[in-house]
């Protein structure tokens, strides 16, 4: 069982938009700590997506965006294309375990 | 271009140990804080533990905690986990991975680099 709650599965039509929430406590997403997403291709390691809730790093599209209410947060994927066919992560800091806890993934498929 | 290459996995006994490197190249490895992350089977990742640049704080995870040791050698650029009394449950492929930020005291950042992993098999 997973500190941050994700969503096993997402799925969406190309060209469309789904958003994939992280559910988290005052421990973690609810206090200060940031909240990261990483996106996993089969085979390969994770790929930095945001950074700092709402950060993109260089060469990451628009299509992606972050963003954190309260004790939750998320990402949003507009514009689907066939290769945003992968698993997502979402991570932050935990205070009351003093450590980085993960969402437990959720798997995007484009329909 | 930044490159981090793991090594030091294998089959090990229940109750055994192994030690594993991390060599990194293509950025200042002494101004970053570095973790190692393990990715079990058909799961996500898990954090294991977190040591500042400088090798001055260190921080572990719950599930391998007075099990593992992180360390560095900035001289060497070189990243190490040692770990003992492995379980069954251990069994994964274990990364190192890069701050994306500068000389943090705490594991809060986001990772911009990850290793390929070296596959540890704890069996029992």
Redesign the interface.
């Known amino acids: 069982q997973?500190v941050l709650t994700q969503p096993p599965s997402v799925s969406g039509a190309p060209g469309h938009m789904v958003t994939i929430s992280c559910t988290g406590s005052t421990s973690n997403i609810g206090a200060i700590?940031?909240v990261?997403w990483?996106q996993q291709l089969p085979g390969a390691?994770?790929k930095?997506l945001i950074?700092?809730n709402f950060n993109r790093?260089s060469g990451v599209p628009d299509r992606f965006s972050g963003s954190k209410s309260g004790s939750s947060a998320s990402l949003a994927i507009t514009g689907l294309q066939a290769e945003d066919e992968a698993?997502y992560?979402c991570?932050?800091?935990d205070s009351s375990?003093?450590?980085?806890?993960?969402?437990?993934?959720t798997t995007l498929t484009v329909l | 271009q930044v490159h981090l290459v793991e090594s030091g996995g294998g089959v090990v006994e229940r109750g055994g140990s192994l030690r594993l490197s991390c060599v990194a190249s293509g950025f200042t490895f002494s101004s970053y804080g570095m973790h190692w992350v393990r990715r079990a089977p058909g799961k996500g990742p898990e954090w294991v533990a977190f040591i500042r640049s400088d090798g001055s704080i260190k921080y572990y995870g719950d599930s391998l905690k007075g099990r593992v040791t992180i360390s560095r050698d900035n001289s060497k650029n070189t990243l190490y986990l040692q770990m003992n009394s492995l379980r069954a449950e251990d069994t994964g492929v274990y990364s190192c991975a890069k701050d994306l930020l500068v000389e943090t005291d705490a594991p809060a950042s986001a990772y911009d680099f990850w290793g390929q992993g070296t596959l540890v098999t704890v069996s029992s």
Request: charge should be negative; proline fraction near 8%.
């Open positions: 997973s700590y940031d990261h990483y390691v994770p930095l950074y700092g790093p698993d992560y991570q932050s800091y375990l003093d450590g980085v806890v993960f969402g437990g993934g």
